[in-house]
Nanobody, 113 residues
Framework: QMRLVESGGGLVQAGGSLRLSCAAS????????MGWYRQAPGKQREFIAG???????NYVDSVQGRFTASRDNTKNTVYLQMNGLKPEDTAVYYC???????WGQGTQVTVSS
């Protein structure tokens, strides 16, 4: 069973950047499409970015052009580079294998205006 640990969140001013990491253990991410999700207070968890096993990426419109997903299969880790952060990006961020409903504990991202 894959276990996931997200990290790299924090408090940042609007316009700033953060790089999130998602370290997997128990199962290799090699060959698996991985996704990034977020859940803002009072809202449902939403998919925001995906990266295939071949490193093809896709993003929802709200983060397109600002966020970049990447992966390092040798480290069994996926990343989310977030630039141009906005207050509406404030949420707990999670990663998970696409097609599953299993995530880590999440990492809090707070963007101040």
């Amino acid at each position: 069973q894959m276990r996931l640990v997200e990290s790299g969140g924090g408090l940042v001013q609007a316009g700033g950047s953060l790089r999130l990491s998602c370290a997997a253990s128990g199962t290799s991410i090699d060959g698996k499409a991985m996704g990034w999700y977020r859940q803002a207070p009072g809202k449902q968890r939403e998919f925001i970015a995906g990266i295939t096993s071949g490193s093809t990426t896709n993003y929802v419109d709200s983060v397109q052009g600002r966020f970049t997903a990447s992966r390092d299969n040798t480290k069994n880790t996926v990343y989310l580079q977030m630039n141009g952060l906005k207050p509406e990006d404030t949420a707990v961020y999670y990663c998970g294998a696409i097609g599953t409903r299993s995530w880590g504990q999440g990492t809090q991202v707070t963007v101040s205006s």
